[in-house]
């Protein structure tokens, strides 16, 4: 599942027109109009979500046909089907993504609703339902979450004779990098077999980066490097949702950001050339890299690898503690459905404890409600898997950042995929571009 973006310029509604195959083409009224559309970009959740949709069937005799698309085309179809009156009955949301959507009426209010049917939204992780209200409305409940987490080389880290164990306890700070800094140097190897943290280390000619670098990530970071500058003390937003001001010619990023420059400097994280090239998986899966921190979304993808073995460890602990970004999704009805009240009756079993115990078990993603993210959690175990890294994290109320949620999302990610890239080549000291960039976003937000 695809959550740090570069967003599509597309999704703010600009009335192209696209050859495609509608949603509404996929439904059929012919039982008096009890066909919904429901869109999803994710392969890996669509098989569990379909037993979802089997059983909502068979209890309320709603048909739910799921549209599954890749991400970049998720969002184009669905440009154009909002433009056309074609839209999904319920699509699957993305905090980045709704602001625009309801703000231009693209989206169906959920509050009296809500209320009708006493929905507890207090069941679900953290404060994720808070992040769908807008205006005094609601656009969504929570069906997800997901958290960050180090991925790491099990034969790596052995042969750097380090104990997994001493993994659970990584300490990191600007100055000199905390036994995180010393563990991404050891786990660094040339191609002469000297690692990073030994004399001779030949950074020019490295077989095995320490870390590997995940390419992209706009204004927010979320796998590069947000853990980094929020365990430093950082805040995206001088408030979060809908901030009017982005932070980030703080000094908390600057000084995180410059480390994480001297890093790549160093020899010891991916360069911008090679990763770009790779891409996480390949980067990993043929060791070029033997850590690498990700999202919660992809634990199967790194569980299942037949080309190397992976493990899971949490991220290190900053000057304020360890901190991740935490973001969830949740299904929207669309304003032109002309099936509103059997969304709505979809929505809610999406979001309720008869769904998410389905999803739990497929242990494909965390659901949102908490028992049930246990009961994924507890799945995976059974599969030999531990998940506590992104579990265990996302229970500690004092760990957790809102995902940053603001208008203008596209053109900010834009501007701010520039300066990191820049700040990644060493083309750029973080200390005077990212104030720069600060201004550039925040003049962006004040039009």
């Keep these: 599942m695809k959550r740090t973006i570069a ?88 905090v980045a993504h709704y602001p625009e959507l309801a703000s231009k009426g693209a989206l169906a209010d959920l509050s009296d609703r809500i209320e009708k049917d006493g929905i507890d939204l207090d069941q679900y992780t953290g404060d994720l339902a808070s992040l769908w209200n807008y205006d005094g409305k609601t656009y969504g409940i929570p069906q997800d979450w997901d958290t960050i987490a180090l991925v790491y080389n099990v034969k790596d880290v052995k042969d750097a004779g380090v104990d997994p164990a001493d993994l659970k306890n990584l300490d990191w700070n600007p100055t000199d990098g905390g036994s995180f800094g010393k563990l991404i140097a050891r786990l660094t190897v040339d191609e002469n077999g000297v690692r990073g943290d030994e004399p001779g280390f030949d950074k020019t000619k490295v077989a ?73 998986e390949p980067m990993m899966e043929q060791n070029k890299a033997a850590l690498v921190p990700d999202g919660s979304w992809r634990i199967n993808t790194w569980a299942g690898s037949e080309a190397q073995e992976f493990a899971f460890a949490p991220l290190p602990k900053g000057p304020e503690g360890r901190k991740t970004i935490i973001n969830g999704l949740a299904p929207s009805i669309t304003a032109s459905s002309k099936h509103q009240d059997e969304a709505w009756q979809w929505v809610k079993y999406l979001t309720s404890e008869a769904c998410q115990s389905v999803i739990a078990q497929e242990a494909v993603v965390f659901p949102s409600i908490t028992a049930q993210s246990e009961a994924a959690a507890k799945a995976h175990e059974d599969a030999g898997v531990d998940v506590s890294a992104f579990l265990d994290i996302a229970q500690d109320p004092e760990a957790l950042s809102y995902y940053p949620i603001t208008f203008k999302a596209d053109e900010i990610n834009s501007e701010a995929d520039v300066v990191i890239e820049r700040i990644q080549r060493g083309e750029a000291d973080p200390a005077t571009a990212l104030p720069e960039l600060a201004t550039k976003v925040n003049s962006l937000l004040e039009e």
């Design 208 to 280: 095995t980066y320490g870390w590997g670098l995940e390419t992209g990530g706009g204004v927010v970071g979320q796998g590069p490097w947000s853990w980094l500058a929020l365990s430093n003390g950082f805040d995206y937003l001088d408030k979060n949702p809908f901030g009017t001001r982005y932070n980030l010619d703080s000094p908390k990023l600057i000084e995180a950001m410059a480390w994480w420059q001297k890093q790549i400097d160093a020899g010891y994280v991916t360069p911008v050339e090679q990763a770009g090239n790779l891409g996480l």
């Design 7 to 94: 967003l599509l310029t597309a999704v703010a509604l600009s009335g192209a027109t696209l050859a495609a195959c509608t949603p509404a083409e996929l439904s059929s009224d012919g039982d008096g109009g009890k066909n919904i559309v429901y869109s999803l970009w994710d392969p890996n959740q669509q098989t569990a979500y379909q037993k979802c949709a089997d059983a909502f069937t068979k209890e309320t005799g709603i048909g739910v046909t799921i549209d599954q698309k890749g991400w970049d085309d998720y969002w184009q179809n669905l440009t154009v089907g909002l433009n056309s009156g074609t839209a999904p009955d319920v699509i699957t949301n993305h």
